[in-house]
């Protein structure tokens, strides 16, 4: 079945560096662009970044701008989130989830999420 | 950058109708998507671009976007809809674009 699976969260130091991955299963992974959404403890919603389908075009959060780095290996059909220095407010539960066309259809599906907790 | 307002909460008695509401600038000329999220649980799809619905969620869900709000209506509420939802825009009027969330809205069934 379609399904996105999370990994790589944890506890980090304020200063660290952590590398979350996402692995996509059951569809054509090159067909959709992807993005990493996050949650804070008790939050709402926030984008964090956005690949295309091709990972030609990438876009970022003001707060996470230069700190962050997202890629994708379509052959591996997986997508990653290069996360260096982490602050105590990047603390949150993160979701990748896909999309097949950026101002339409929404985020159709999602994963399980996967926790960050920057703490000392 | 661009604003989606929630109102924090929305109560509701079963069997009856619940409307959330997203208000943001000249939303209507935007398409909006909605999300379901229960406690410990990802996000689900409810409404995408303004009014239609994925697979798999029932009728009792619409929406509609006009003007500066966009409405999610649950007809016949049910316990198993509390959970708080979230409204999502795809913003291109910056120098880059972004994909933004409302702040949510946690429906309570009575």
């Known amino acids: 079945q379609v399904q996105l699976v999370e990994s790589g969260g944890g506890l980090v130091k304020p200063g660290g560096s952590l590398r979350l991955s996402c692995a996509a299963s059951?569809?054509?992974?090159?067909?959709?662009?992807m993005s990493w959404i996050r949650q804070a403890p008790g939050k709402g919603l926030e984008w964090v970044s956005y690949i295309s389908s091709s990972g030609s075009t990438i876009y970022y959060a003001d707060s996470v701008k230069g700190r962050f780095t997202i890629s994708r290996d379509n052959a591996k059909n997986s997508l990653y989130l290069q996360m260096n220095s982490l602050r105590a407010e990047d603390t949150a539960v993160y979701y990748c989830a896909r999309g097949k066309q950026e101002n339409y259809y929404g985020m159709d599906v999602w994963g399980q999420g996967t926790t960050v907790t920057v703490s000392s | 950058s661009y604003v989606l307002t929630q109102p924090p909460s929305v109560s509701v008695a079963p069997g009856q109708t619940a409307r959330i509401t997203c208000g943001g600038n000249n939303i209507g000329s935007k398409s909006v998507h909605w999300y379901q999220q229960k406690p410990g649980q990802a996000p689900v799809l409810v409404v995408y671009?303004?009014?239609d619905r994925p697979s798999g969620i029932p009728e009792r869900f619409s929406g509609s976007n006009s003007g500066n709000t966009a409405t999610l209506t649950i007809s016949r509420v049910e316990a198993g809809d509390e959970a708080d939802y979230y409204c999502q825009v795809w913003d291109s009027s910056s120098d880059h674009p972004d994909w933004v969330f409302g702040g949510g809205t946690k429906l309570t069934v009575l």
């Open positions: 059951g569809f054509t992974f090159s067909d959709y662009y």
């Open positions: 671009d303004d009014s």
